[in-house]
T-cell receptor, first 106, second 123 residues
Framework: DIQMTQSPSSVSASVGDRVTITCRAS??????LAWYQQKPGKAPKLLIYAASSLQSGVPSRFSGSGSGTDFTLTISSLQPEDFATYYC????????FGQGTRLEIK | EVQLVESGGGLVQPGGSLRLSCAAS????????MNWVRQAPGKGLEWVSY????????YYADSVKGRFTISRDNAKNSLYLQMNSLRAEDTAVYYC???WGGGTVTPDYFDYWGQGTLVTVSS
């Protein structure tokens, strides 16, 4: 099984800040990686797939990069609606998710 | 508009059974692979099961293999999850999620999710 590890587990930031979240896979997954945003009581929302492709309708302030084992999600300028929990997910084998990164308002 | 609506959750005793349903609309259901993903209270996401568009290919997470059965009825635009021998650790919100993006007959990414249905396993 492929283990996904996100860091940090939580981060505090302000509106307008640039934030980066990291995801590391326990073995190489090429570019088979997605990022999701989840708000309390809601279903996850797909933001990025194939490591760097922006899902339709997702604002361009979200971007993804990486391949192999190390990946990042960057939010270029935080907006109030971006405060949520973010998960990475590998699709190289049976899906597995990172433990989540909670993005909180400073 | 794509909609996925789960139902069938509730309180069940350990060892009991429950059948979840997911009603799909707004897209050609028979053309898409589907998945179940769960989330224990306050915890992260866990993929549970996958079914191909025709229903001919099925996969399960090790944690549910032999106890859960995924199925679909393309004529009714519906996805199902039969859960037997339930355990306390199966307590979670269960989401149905449309599979998308990989171009392979395996679980890939999940582009649409239902609102979830809560399953609580407790005596």
């Amino acid at each position: 099984d492929i283990q996904m590890t996100q860091s940090p587990s939580s981060v505090s930031a302000s509106v307008g800040d640039r934030v980066t979240i990291t995801c590391r896979a326990s073995q190489g997954i090429s570019s088979w990686l997605a990022w999701y945003q989840q708000k309390p009581g809601k279903a996850p929302k797909l933001l990025i797939y194939a490591a760097s492709s922006l899902q339709s309708g997702v604002p361009s302030r979200f971007s993804g990069s990486g391949s192999g084992t190390d990946f990042t999600l960057t939010i270029s300028s935080l907006q109030p609606e971006d405060f949520a929990t973010y998960y990475c997910q590998q699709a190289n084998s049976f899906p597995s998710f990172g433990q989540g990164t909670r993005l909180e308002i400073k | 508009e794509v909609q996925l609506v789960e139902s069938g959750g509730g309180l069940v005793q350990p060892g009991g059974s429950l059948r979840l349903s997911c009603a799909a609309s707004g897209f050609t259901f028979s053309s898409y692979e589907m998945n179940w993903v769960r989330q224990a209270p306050g915890k992260g996401l866990e993929w549970v099961s996958y079914i191909s568009s025709s229903g001919s290919t099925i996969y399960y997470a090790d944690s549910v293999k032999g106890r859960f059965t995924i199925s679909r009825d393309n004529a009714k635009n519906s996805l199902y999850l039969q859960m037997n021998s339930l355990r306390a650790e199966d307590t979670a919100v269960y989401y149905c999620a449309r599979d998308w993006g990989g171009g392979t007959v395996t679980p890939d990414y999940f582009d649409y999710w239902g609102q979830g249905t809560l399953v609580t396993v407790s005596s």
